[in-house]
């Protein structure tokens, strides 16, 4: 039967019908019982009654549609269904009247589905008179901010005959209680006092009371305005922008937006008027395209944004003087916009001349990047002294390597021995012309091996030291203790690590071999391709190698630097 009644109320929602029946609810009894005065703001809710109820209305457009509301004047009438209009206006889940009309008494059917199938609401308008009203307050009130005021229900001034209990206040439909983080409002009976009154105040207030009419029990319920405001500016308009004169630059047959930006101070009442003048005329037979648009009104006022559009900028208009004139009932105001002609800049030429410019950066940085270390081999080369003069050193470089005994026979030993004794020097020594100290060769036998390898490492100026498992976990690692020891002491003494295999360092290696290994640059050996001489092993061994005058030097004037450098490229 519901659903019925609800298929009937959806297919009359959007017209007035003459007469509508809603099986099950058009007899049931009336739930709820108002009094409104006329001419004066009413809402009515679609919600069954509950006395701990702590709001009024719901604004949300999904409640409104869910909601139909029926109405009729008298009992024998027919139903009509209430469509939207302004007055009464659908609001969410309630009907507002504004005002309400000494013709909207009658009976109120509203259906919420799946939530209340039929809810039957008796209205009554009286007019003030017939209510017996007396100094009926104002429904609209201006309460000034940051001092003290009060709010009372104009309700309470009718049926004065009638005693009367305390008043329910609801603001924006939620109702009003006493709140410990709001000492500055309190409820007393009819009336609410702010002090002080703050801006979010202002809003719509609704009250409600009960009376007893016989045995019929009312609400009576009004409700009041309340717009807060400040005091009323005694400043005319104050400009934002522009400010006096300002000069703009402008370009022949191009559109153009003069702006206008004016603060006006709070008026009760505005009378606020912004418009645009050429040199200071207003010509009827020349009309100005205009705009203004309006920032949020505040209590200190609101800046209003005015528009004058130029189709397109002409001579006349670099000759004329725009002018924007303000006004309020204090006084006004007045800026200017002069235009001047805008030179033309070869913007594509200063685009292009900035992209070619960057683009030549990036080539050179990632140049510089690719060749970093060939660069600085040339460098060194042509333009760097010798730093190996005068410095007392015997040898270039001392060489470190994994030593073979009678009980090892692994060819991965060899070959590291192998490239120790014979690639490394045929390469440094014989093709570079540095000087290299292997101990095994460079050092007589016969005194302690400790003594010797530190005397060793101290008449050299690099310490080479080539890592593999058999290195680090064999008696060769206190070559590298020694060296870092020795590097500590004489700032001129620099360690070049080569990995020449992978290895896992001990548990058992001392602190401060350790943190070379973390901090120190290591170069890497591949056996597959780094033997060849122009491979870039080769070329990181001497950029770590001393500076020095070698027999590889060639030319070594400045044309022969830029020769080198340009074969790079090509």
């Not at 104050?238 to 191009?254: D, H, M, Q, S, T």
């Not at 590291?416 to 093709?431: R, S, Y």
């Not at 020891?485 to 690590?497: H, M, P, Q, R, S």
């Amino acid at each position: 039967m519901l659903t019925l009644s609800w298929i009937l109320a959806l297919f009359v929602s959007g017209a007035e019908v003459r007469e509508i029946n809603l099986p099950g609810c058009s007899h049931a009894e009336p739930q709820i019982w108002y009094r409104a005065i006329s001419d004066e703001e009413f809402v009515l809710q679609c919600a069954l009654p509950d006395r701990d109820a702590t709001h009024i209305y719901n604004n949300s457009l999904l409640k409104q549609h869910k909601v139909k509301w029926f109405w009729r004047q008298k009992d024998k009438e027919p139903l009509k269904a209430i469509k939207e209009s302004s007055n009464p206006a659908l609001q969410g889940n309630a009907l507002w009247f504004k005002p309400v009309r000494d013709s909207a008494s009658g009976v109120y059917i509203c259906m919420i589905w799946e939530k209340i199938p039929c809810l039957k609401i008796v209205l009554e308008v009286q007019t003030k008179k017939a209510a017996k009203c007396s100094g009926y307050d104002t429904n609209v009130l201006y309460l000034l901010a940051g001092s003290g005021n009060s709010i009372t229900c104009p309700g309470t001034k009718c049926y004065s005959h009638i005693e009367k209990p305390d008043v329910k206040w609801y603001k924006d439909g939620h109702q009003i209680k006493h709140r410990k983080s709001r000492q500055s409002r309190k409820l007393k009976r009819n009336e609410i006092y702010l002090n002080p009154t703050y801006g979010k105040d202002a809003g719509i207030y609704v009250c409600d009371y009960t009376l007893y009419d016989n045995t019929t029990k009312w609400t009576m319920r009004t409700a009041v305005t309340v717009e807060v405001i400040a005091k009323t500016t005694i400043h005319p308009p104050n400009f934002l922008y522009p400010n006096g004169v300002v000069i703009l630059e402008a370009e022949l047959g191009k559109p153009l937006e003069l702006e206008c930006r004016v603060q006006f101070g709070f008026e009760r009442v505005s009378s606020m008027r912004v418009t645009w003048k050429r040199n200071n005329k207003e010509n009827i037979n020349e009309k100005l395209n205009q705009e203004t648009s309006v920032c949020p009104k505040g209590l200190r006022g609101h800046t209003l944004l005015h528009v004058a559009k130029l189709k397109e900028v002409t001579e006349r208009d670099l000759r004329s003087n725009f002018t924007c004139f303000a006004e309020n009932s204090v006084g006004n105001a007045t800026a200017v916009i002069q235009l001047k002609r805008k030179q033309r800049v070869f913007l594509l030429y200063i685009l292009c001349s900035a992209i070619s410019t960057l683009f030549a950066f990036l080539l050179c940085t990632a140049f510089v990047y690719q060749h970093w270390i060939e660069i600085v081999l040339m460098y060194r080369s042509y333009l760097v002294h010798n730093e190996t003069t005068g410095d007392g050193k015997e040898f270039d470089a001392f060489v470190s390597y994994a030593k073979l005994d009678s009980s090892e026979s692994d060819s991965t030993l060899i070959s590291e021995e192998k490239f120790a004794l014979e690639l490394l020097p045929d390469m440094l020594e014989n093709k570079y012309g540095y000087k290299l100290c292997i101990l095994e060769r460079d050092v007589l036998p016969g005194g302690a091996y400790t003594d010797e390898v530190v005397t060793a490492i101290k008449q050299s100026r690099r310490a080479i030291i080539i890592l593999s498992p058999a290195y680090v976990s064999g008696p060769s690692i206190f070559e590298l203790q020694a060296a870092v020891n020795c590097a500590l002491e004489d700032k001129k003494i620099k360690l070049v690590l080569i990995k020449f295999q992978a290895f896992q360092e001990p548990e058992t290696l001392p602190p401060v071999v350790k943190k070379a290994l973390r901090i120190l640059p290591v170069i890497t050996w591949k056996s597959s391709i780094s033997a060849a001489p122009n491979k870039k092993f080769w070329k990181y061994m001497r950029y770590h190698m001393p500076v020095k005058t070698t027999k590889m030097l060639g030319n070594c004037s400045l044309k022969g630097f830029f020769q080198r450098l340009f074969s790079l490229v090509y």
